[in-house]
């Protein structure tokens, strides 16, 4: 059974940074390629980072420079590090598989004040 469960969301002053966390379970991390998804109020859920087996990255425009995607294998775990957090990366974040897969978490909740 596929599991994925986020966390290390918050509210932030714009400038600052937080470090969210997504636990995996299942075959789902071993599949291949990780990815964070944001969805902001109003708007559809997009990928905006990415990750490889092997380690390769891939970035949205709007969070190239500020965010990194890593993963640690042995623990089944994808982070993402924000830093510089604008008010617009306010939003829900998800993790799933690269494509998305229909196993979605409960998301992690940010919030960038200005």
């Known amino acids: 059974q596929v599991q994925l469960v986020e966390s290390g969301g918050g509210l932030v002053q714009a400038g600052g940074s937080l470090r969210l966390s997504c636990a995996a379970s299942?075959?789902?991390?071993?599949?291949?390629?990780m990815g964070w998804y944001r969805q902001a109020p109003g708007k559809q859920r997009d990928l905006f980072a990415a990750?490889?087996?092997?380690?390769?990255?891939n970035y949205a425009d709007s969070v190239k420079g500020r965010f990194t995607i890593s993963r640690d294998d042995a623990k089944n775990t994808v982070y993402l590090q924000m830093n510089s957090l604008k008010p617009e990366d306010t939003g829900v974040y998800y993790c799933?598989?690269?494509?998305?897969?229909?196993?979605w978490g409960q998301g992690t909740q940010v919030t960038v004040s200005s």
């Open positions: 990750i490889s087996s092997g380690g390769s990255t």
């Open positions: 799933n598989s690269d494509p998305w897969s229909d196993y």
């Open positions: 299942g075959s789902i991390f071993s599949a291949g390629a």
